[in-house]
């Protein structure tokens, strides 16, 4: 008998990278709940969404009444949860949204996800997950004094973004502790593949790239992050799901270390490979790379251990960095139908010109 799960923020990047994989690779029911902000995108979910294994919930998870009611008719055997804002350079000009959905909305989701679970009948209690996705952005700055980020590694976290995620890590081990609801959190370097929002350094690089415009890189670009290929965290999250232990953290990383500016200039190598066309008389794309001044609380270095998902689930990455950057700069050059509608004004951008990580 296939499972079923309900899936928060599943419009997103990483969401729909998850639900793509499970209703692809599975017998998997999904059932995606998404607030559809500016960076849920239903396309993204296009070649599933007349599959009879899924279905959209237009709804916020902050939203106590319709939490219960769509849990109730779903009846879940796990719930993904992803919804969350997670622009650092939103947080910082705006914080208050990301309190609201972060914080009160993992609250909101828990509550509801208990009061269903504490009815289960107990084979399907023991059986039943609650999966919340975060960041190693909640463990702060490495510095430049080497080291990772394990398990165990206290929260220092940096900006108003990374602070409300480490908190609703703090509420999700809360309600595993305090009433036993099956918990396991999951904690992931910086993503990057196809259908990310191109607020993000990766994909905004590729695009401003392509239209001739300057590519900012804050300050010198020295920042050093772990970069993990989506399709390789959607299978983690799949093995966690499925294999994990309630209570269990996972640390997820692609042990591909790069500075900011190295990533820049190998989006700009690739693409002198694949489009030369539009060079437009310049020698490389990265004559495009302009530095800018950085941005406040900017850490230094993220950097991932995954030995405790890879000894105890099995999981590793399967892309190497070069691999991953190849093939999400070719998916954006081949689904301009994706993303134009972004850049033209279907999605209202405010920061487009700016570059996060």
Known sequence: ??????????????????????????????????????????????????????????ADVTDAEAMGSIIE???????????????????????????QTNIVGTFTLLEAARKYWSHLPEDKKAAFRFHHISTDEVFGDLGSSGGYF?????????SPYS??????????????????????????????????????????????????????????????????????????????????????????????????????RGICQVLDRMVPEKLNGRQSFAELITHVT????????YAIDASHIQKELGWKPSHTFEEGLAETVRWYLDNKDWWQPILDGTYKMDRLGKIAD
């Open 73 to 99: 008719e779903v009846r879940p055997d796990a719930i993904m949860h992803l919804a969350a804002e997670s622009h650092v350079d939103r947080s910082i000009d705006g914080p208050a949204v990301f309190i």
């Open 294 to 301: 950085d941005r406040p609380g900017h850490d230094t270095r």
């Open 163 to 264: 602070a409300s995620k480490a908190s609703s890590d703090h509420l999700v081990r809360a309600w595993h502790r305090t009433y036993g609801l099956p918990c396991i959190v999951t904690n992931c370097s910086n993503n990057y593949g196809p259908r990310q929002f191109p607020e993000k350094l990766i994909p905004l690089c590729i695009l401003r790239a392509l239209a001739g415009q300057s590519i900012p890189v804050y300050g010198k670009g020295e920042q050093i992050r772990d970069w993990l290929y989506v399709e390789d965290h959607a299978r983690a999250l799949e093995m966690a799901v499925d294999l994990g232990k309630p209570g269990a953290t996972y640390n997820v990383g692609g042990s591909s270390e790069r500075r900011n500016i190295d990533v820049v």
């Open 150 to 158: 394990h398990e165990d590694t206290p929260y220092q976290p940096s």
């Open 1 to 58: 008998m296939s499972k079923t799960y309900l899936v928060t923020g599943g419009a997103g990047f990483i969401g729909s990278a998850v639900i793509l994989r499970l209703l692809q690779r599975t017998d998997t029911v999904v059932a995606n709940v998404d607030k559809l902000t500016y960076c849920g995108n239903p396309a993204s979910l296009a070649s599933v969404a007349k599959s009879p294994r899924y279905r959209f919930f237009h």
